[in-house]
């Protein structure tokens, strides 16, 4: 098992920069994904972007060019980097870990941390 907690968003002006952070209870080191995903209202949460143990990078399109993801595993944190926030970034966000045990995929959640992008 492993809690996530999300910090790092809030308001900001299209053009600008928001840094995420995910903190994680125990080591990330072993966990096979760590990913972020985003749930507009009224929406399906999708996946932003994740990052696995061998650090393969993966980002949806809207955000590529835009939105780094990193992973810090001495500190037990991943982190988004979000730049040239557009307001159809506007969504609650959350922290994912995915991991392989016994042959099945289990997920974590945090609670999410809400971002609001103004025009």
């Known amino acids: 098992q492993v809690q996530l907690v999300e910090s790092g968003g809030g308001l900001m002006q299209a053009g600008g920069s928001l840094r995420l952070s995910c903190a994680a209870s125990r080591s990330i080191f072993g966990i096979n994904v760590m990913g972020w995903y985003r749930q507009a209202p009224g929406k399906q949460r999708d996946l932003v972007a994740s990052?696995?143990?061998?650090?393969?990078?993966n980002y949806a399109d809207s955000v590529k060019g835009r939105f780094t993801i990193s992973r810090d595993n001495a500190e037990n944190t991943v982190y988004l980097q979000m730049d040239n926030l557009k307001p159809e970034d506007t969504s609650v966000y959350y922290c994912?870990?995915?991991?392989?045990?016994?042959?099945?995929?289990?997920?974590?959640w945090g609670k999410g941390t809400l971002v609001t992008v103004s025009s």
């Open positions: 994912n870990a995915r991991n392989m045990s016994l042959g099945t995929w289990l997920d974590y």
């Open positions: 990052i696995t143990n061998g650090g393969r990078i």
